[in-house]
């Protein structure tokens, strides 16, 4: 390890579904965030951690930015807000494809209301899908909005356009300081952990419409059979009855769907066999109970007192 090493947090912010687990995992060379074409995919911040010989970057990849419609909506807002504090510099990701939304406008008056602000870099994603003139006119639009950014650098996630520049301006934005985790750990999930956000992430995959954002997975069992891999047992818990029927599918195909592409993703995860077991279970209205978010692991913020 050089004497001038290099490490620190950074925040992954942005509204749903611009790329922000895509990139993390991308910038890794492995899978630890769920990623799905559908908005709302990343639940909780999770931290990706890049390790070299001359740096330690712990990526605090965020869940996206919103105007919330229930308590699980303003619960991950607050835990992506709250992901900003003591943090050494702020990725802020936007969708270059489209104009800057209202979401990302009140992203801008989020962090302009940050006292002590450290180092904000505004990268511009999917600029792989615009011409030069579109790529201009896109990037002088969210300096527009957002003119205290320190730096704005297109890139593209899934091709890797501008990735190595970006490590290159994390880095020279850290202090010098010794690493904060092993070389060798990538993530703070539990591996439990990871395997409910992918069995999430098929959800996502193969339901359709607004039923996906009523799923919470909870694994009930994860047993190690040595040689012969691991067992796990899960539940998808939905809101309605209705629902439950879609999930399971006529003859339970749609659920067997589901269990082969998330085994499929943990064996890839974990590096062996996974014999996965998954059951669906009504838990009505989970979205707006606070005691079910806390049960899932989110925090609701407190609701303010009417006079």
Not at 26 to 36: D, E, N, P
Not at 131 to 148: C, G, V
Not at 195 to 223: G, K, N
Request: charge should be neutral.
């Amino acid at each position: 390890m050089e004497n001038n090493f290099r490490s620190g947090f950074v925040a992954v912010i942005g509204r749903p579904n611009v790329g922000k687990s895509t990139l993390v995992n991308a910038l890794l060379g492995q899978k630890i965030a769920a990623v799905s074409p559908r908005p709302q995919t990343t639940r909780r911040a999770q931290l990706g951690i890049l390790t070299s010989d001359v740096a330690q970057i712990i990526f605090v990849d965020t869940p996206g930015l919103h105007n919330p419609h229930h308590k699980l909506g303003k619960a991950l807002n607050l835990n992506a807000e709250e992901a900003l504090d003591g943090v050494d510099l702020i990725l802020w990701l936007v969708d270059a494809s489209v104009n800057p939304t209202d979401e990302d406008k009140m992203i801008a008056s989020l962090l302009l209301e940050i006292p002590r602000r450290p180092p904000l870099l505004l990268a511009t994603n999917k600029t792989d899908r615009l011409t030069p003139e579109e790529k201009e006119s896109r990037q002088n639009a969210y300096r527009e909005i957002f003119p205290a950014a320190d730096l704005v650098l297109p890139l593209s996630a899934t091709r890797g356009d501008g990735r190595d520049a970006l490590i290159e301006i994390i880095i020279e934005n850290l202090e010098e300081r010794p690493p904060d985790f092993p070389p060798e750990q990538v993530t703070d999930l539990y591996e439990r952990d990871i395997a409910a956000e992918l069995i999430r992430e098929a959800c996502l995959i193969f339901l359709r419409h607004e039923i996906p954002h009523s799923i919470a997975i909870r694994v009930d069992e994860f047993t190690e059979r040595g040689d012969k891999g691991a067992y796990i047992a899960a539940t998808v818990f939905v809101e309605r009855d209705s629902q439950k029927g879609i999930v399971i599918g006529e003859g339970g195909r749609t659920l067997k769907k589901i269990g082969s592409a998330a085994r499929k993703e943990i064996e890839a995860m974990s590096g062996r066999k996974i014999f996965l077991q998954l059951r669906v279970k009504v838990l009505k209205d989970w979205r707006n109970n606070e005691n079910y978010l806390r049960r899932f692991g989110y925090n609701p913020p407190k609701e303010k007192k009417k006079r």
